[in-house]
């Protein structure tokens, strides 16, 4: 019988040591600060480019799927405005959830260094931001 205890608490240990935490970790090249550099301007017909637009408007992606936007807001594709507000994020499904009086999803992905969004738009609506040291 000795013999089989540590087959059974060894399985026993990894199970209650490995632990299975319900909030994502963060990517850290996302966590920090970006500041709106560019934002992609489209006729209509996909031609469109990132033009460069002077901006204020920032964002923080904090830990936890936290996300705080200054001198501006993510209901409208602006380059900025007055105001702050706060929304989440989830890096599993890299979606932005914002709250404009029904909830909306902005995805988001990081390609060489920059941060870019890409809105629900009929036409091609995005911006590409910065990241702040």
Same mark, same amino acid.
């Given at each position: ?47 469109? /480019?990132?033009?460069?637009? $002077? %901006? ?8 936890? &799927?936290? #996300? ?28 932005? /959830?914002?709250?404009?009086? $029904? %909830? ?8 060489? &260094?920059? #941060? ?18």
């Amino acid at each position: 019988m000795k013999k089989f205890i540590p087959l059974i608490l060894i399985p026993l240990l990894c199970t209650f040591s490995c632990s299975n935490d319900d909030d994502a970790i963060a990517d850290p090249d996302l966590l920090g600060k970006w500041q709106l550099i560019e934002q992609l301007v489209d006729p209509g017909d996909g031609s469109g /480019t990132f033009q460069p637009v $002077n %901006s204020d408007l920032e964002l923080e992606f904090l830990p936890a &799927g936290v #996300l705080q936007v200054s001198n501006g807001t993510l209901c409208l594709i602006t380059i900025g405005g007055e105001g702050d507000s706060t929304e989440s994020y989830s890096i599993d499904e890299n979606v932005i /959830t914002v709250d404009c009086g $029904n %909830s909306t999803n902005i995805s988001f992905e990081i390609k060489e &260094g920059r #941060l870019f969004l890409y809105f629900p738009c009929i036409e091609g609506c995005a911006q590409k931001y910065q990241k702040l040291p």
